[in-house]
């Protein structure tokens, strides 16, 4: 079963619009972290923000913000005024416990956003 | 610091032939993995390890081998390549001791099997 939905393959949007990714996860920890990473064109993963399950606390950094809300088991990320540069293939993650008694990261397959001039 | 070292960054490989991914790290990081990207199938993990002489199976463990002797380097073999295998591959280490350790990406290798 897939434990991290992301169901948006690809969005387009024109430049300065505000865009929300959506990121459903299943897991049976109570205690668990959720990460967005970011894949520009140039094609290297870059960790943007995580939030553990602990704290649903919504977080700003610039222009971009977070939504985590354990009820319904999202983890949404939302891009305000929406750049060119912003244009890249964003995943969601989730670091549960692995049957070994360590963790392990799951990805989902990603969102593709494309910022129009 | 380097970060986290992936070689080579482009390979392309018949049927059959076996090859090694070669990853390195330089931040100390217990724990390694190897995620697979392939269009609309997102990152998916291969296998991980928390320690030297310590591996174990992701979700698409078949067709690779991997080992861990030194903390540094985490290698992920294939033994017989097959087209399926076709795909960009990318290394990742995070510390241990906290769940909330981020993972540090390589930069990927891309392999296509013929």
């Known amino acids: 079963a897939q434990k991290v939905t992301q169901a948006q393959t690809e969005i387009s949007v024109v430049e300065k619009e505000d865009v929300t990714l959506d990121c459903v996860y299943e897991?049976?920890?109570?205690?668990?972290?959720l990460f967005w990473y970011k894949q520009p064109p140039s094609g290297e993963l870059v960790f943007l923000i995580r939030?553990?399950?602990?704290?649903?606390q919504n977080e700003i950094s610039g222009r971009y913000s977070w939504n985590f809300q354990k009820s319904t088991s999202s983890f949404n990320f939302t891009i305000t005024a929406s750049q060119v540069v912003d244009s890249a293939v964003y995943f969601c993650?989730?670091?549960?416990?692995?049957?070994?008694?360590?963790?392990?990261?799951?990805f989902g397959t990603g969102t593709r956003l494309k910022v129009l001039a | 610091n380097a970060g986290v070292t992936q070689t080579p960054k482009f390979q392309v490989l018949k049927t059959g032939q076996s090859m090694t991914l070669q990853c390195a790290q330089d931040?100390?990081?217990?724990?390694m993995s190897w995620y697979r990207q392939d269009p609309g199938m997102g990152l998916r993990l291969i296998h991980y390890?928390?320690?030297?002489?310590?591996?174990d199976q992701g979700e698409v463990p078949n067709g690779y081998n991997v080992s861990r002797s030194t903390t540094e380097d985490f290698p992920l073999r294939l033994l017989s390549a097959a087209p399926s295998q076709t795909s960009v591959y990318f290394c990742?280490?995070?510390?241990?001791?906290?769940?909330?350790?981020?993972?540090?990406f390589g930069n990927g290798t891309r392999l296509t099997v013929t």
């Open positions: 990742a280490s995070s510390y241990l001791k906290t769940q909330k350790s981020p993972l540090h």
């Open positions: 897991t049976r920890d109570t205690t668990y972290y």
């Open positions: 939030r553990n399950s602990f704290d649903e």
């Open positions: 993650a989730l670091s549960e416990s692995s049957t070994s008694g360590t963790y392990k990261y799951i």
């Open positions: 931040m100390n990081h217990e724990y």
């Open positions: 390890s928390v320690g030297a002489g310590i591996t």
